[in-house]
């Protein structure tokens, strides 16, 4: 497997490490620091040790990763990060988190369902956080939400009534579309799960919800094309093999003016036509706080309720539509809480 190195962040008071899944047998290379176990109280000058787990590099999932740094820094910590990219290869999931769980972090963080996953399977004795996690109950990350005990916590990227509030604008505003096409992997949980309540809500305006399944990012634009003719919309999850794949579907769709949508802003600002969402860079800055309490305030993860999305918004990016032959309504223009910030323009 091809060596890869995060060239980092611009964060002057971090030091930063990296550290890809490196070498032709996709081992992840060590990381340097001070073990620390999960309620240990925060020692004078201490540089702590960040081991993170992220299972591909998009832009949601690397402004999860900005976002949580970011909150480090702000309050003052000097961290060694142990970046680690999985390359959404299943076999560097395990193998990255037995690293880190025989490592020196002080906490680890996963970013995704099965890198997060993986960390709670293997790190017993450190805290661990997840982001970017659809649905941590399911995914049996934690046993409840509020103060889920143990050594894990974190935060949800999903509210359920995101995903419901946008197939009802799809099915309001553009009334000519009677199915939607969802590209999936059905590998990401998360992906399912996104899928279901889509189908559920959509089922009610009497819309159909046609699969295109993937294996990995490489069959997007197949799985793409072959939605042509076939549907009159189409929709992404929070799916990371497809994501990661966007720029692929984003040339189908403007070719064939089909109306694109996806649940994630990073998407709708590269191209795709709306969302109901937030920025994920604040999503893991939000995380970031709660290492913060954990690493210089003492608490105990545990402690911690696991939190989801609340403030949502539509967003709309008005180029996009163009591209996609779709005629922006005032209508559609009012669902928009913070036009200045969430109209693209």
């Not at 046609?210 to 549907?231: C, E, F, W």
């Not at 189908?252 to 709306?274: C, L, M, Q």
């Not at 949502?312 to 005032?330: H, P, R, S, W, Y």
Request: charged share 25%; glycine share 8%; net charge negative.
């Amino acid at each position: 497997m091809k060596k890869k190195f995060w060239l980092g962040l611009a964060l002057a008071s971090l030091m930063v490490v990296t550290a890809a899944c490196g070498g032709n047998n996709g081992k992840p290379s060590e990381g340097n620091g001070e073990q620390a176990g999960a309620t240990n109280a925060p020692e004078a000058g201490k540089t702590y040790n960040i081991a993170i787990s992220q299972i591909v590099e998009h832009p949601s999932l690397d402004a999860t990763r900005e976002g949580f740094l970011a909150a480090l820094k702000d309050a003052g910590l000097e961290v060694n990060v142990d970046y680690n990219n999985a390359q959404g290869d299943p076999n560097n999931f395990k193998s990255i988190a037995e690293k880190i769980a025989s490592g020196n972090a002080d906490l680890a963080l996963g970013i995704a369902t099965n890198t997060s996953s993986a960390l709670v399977e293997e790190v017993k004795d450190k805290p661990v956080l997840f982001a970017a996690v659809t649905d941590p109950l399911k995914e049996k990350l934690v046993p409840q939400l509020k103060a889920p005990g143990g050594n894990v916590t974190g935060a949800s990227d999903t509210n359920p009534e995101a995903i419901v509030q946008l197939m009802d604008f799809i099915a309001k505003e553009l009334p000519e579309v009677k199915k939607v096409g969802i590209i999936i992997n059905e590998g990401e949980p998360n992906a399912v799960v996104m899928s279901d309540i889509a189908q559920e809500a959509l089922s009610k305006h009497g819309i159909e919800l046609v699969k295109a399944p993937i294996v990995n990012s490489s069959d997007v634009q197949q799985a793409a094309q072959s939605l042509v003719g076939r549907v009159d919309a189409v929709y992404i999850t929070l799916d990371n093999t497809v994501v990661e794949g966007a720029d692929a579907i984003l040339d189908v769709v403007e070719k064939n003016k089909i109306p694109f949508f996806s649940a994630d802003r990073d998407t709708v600002e590269k191209g795709a036509f709306a969302t109901v969402g937030f920025k994920y860079f604040d999503h893991g800055y939000e995380v970031g706080q709660m290492a913060v309490e954990i690493l210089k305030n003492g608490k105990n993860p545990g402690e911690l309720d696991v939190r989801t999305p609340e403030k949502l918004d539509f967003i709309l990016n008005l180029k996009a539509a163009e591209a996609q032959g779709i005629t922006v309504t005032e209508a559609m223009k009012t669902y928009v809480k913070d036009p200045e910030n969430n109209i693209i323009e």
